[in-house]
């Protein structure tokens, strides 16, 4: 089976970083997903990691140590817009589904 | 590209009835998922499907709960004689083989008086 842990909520300052972390133990790893979700909304994929190390896009950033069964996604120059619910997910390994944490609530502040 | 289309947005329900829930995948994707959500909660997968076959089924409940997929027309999520605990939102998502991303759709919000 999938187990995967991350914050429930954080709080952060408008043009300030955040560090979500998500901590995973698992029967088998096929990579590992973020996701947004806006409340009322449908999750919108964000980054994938496969490999170990950093993934950058644009103002969000995701790592992934898959000895450690670790990966955080960075925001970077948050924006009000920002604040909304950041899943992280893990594939299983025959790739057939993704298994879902409980999300990290995070309220940009201004 | 129209995106992953559920419907209804809403569904309320009285205990006892049915609910249909559709999910008309992206255009070429074949694979859906069905997850359920409820409020402050993550996403739980529920079922796996590609056309005409479940692929995995290991988070639906053992009763009231099916899917299909037919080989023309939307992903149906059926439950039969809801109970208020089945009132949650229901978001569906599809594939295209070998890719690695899921897109989903909106959600169906179903309510049980």
């Known amino acids: 089976g999938q187990n995967i842990d991350q914050p429930t909520e954080m709080t952060a300052t408008e043009g300030a970083i955040v560090q979500i972390n998500c901590t995973y133990q698992?029967?088998?790893?096929?990579?590992l997903f973020w996701y947004q979700q806006h409340a009322g909304e449908a999750p919108t994929f964000l980054s994938y990691n496969v490999l170990d190390g950093l993934e950058e896009k644009g103002r969000f950033s995701s790592f992934l140590s898959r000895s450690k069964g670790y990966s955080y996604l960075l925001l970077k120059e948050l924006q009000m817009k920002d604040s909304a619910s950041y899943l992280c997910?893990?594939?299983?390994?025959?790739?057939?589904?993704?298994?879902f944490g409980g999300g990290t609530r995070v309220l940009v502040k201004p | 590209n129209a995106g992953v289309m559920q419907n209804p947005r809403h569904l309320v329900r009285r205990r006892g009835q049915e609910a249909r829930l559709r999910c008309s995948p992206m255009?070429?994707?074949?694979?859906v998922y069905w997850y359920r959500q409820l409020p402050e909660e993550g996403l739980k997968f529920m079922v796996y499907l590609q056309k005409e076959n479940i692929i995995d089924e290991s988070g639906m409940p053992k009763e009231r709960f099916s899917a299909e997929f037919p080989k023309e027309g939307p992903s149906i999520l059926r439950i039969q004689q809801v109970v208020r605990g089945d009132s949650a939102a229901y978001f569906c998502?599809?594939?295209?083989?070998?890719?690695?991303?899921?897109?989903f759709g909106s959600g169906t919000q179903l309510s049980v008086l």
């Open positions: 698992t029967s088998g790893f096929n990579g």
């Open positions: 255009k070429g994707h074949s694979h």
């Open positions: 998502a599809s594939s295209h083989p070998g890719s690695e991303k899921l897109f």
């Open positions: 997910a893990v594939r299983d390994a025959a790739g057939n589904k993704l298994t």
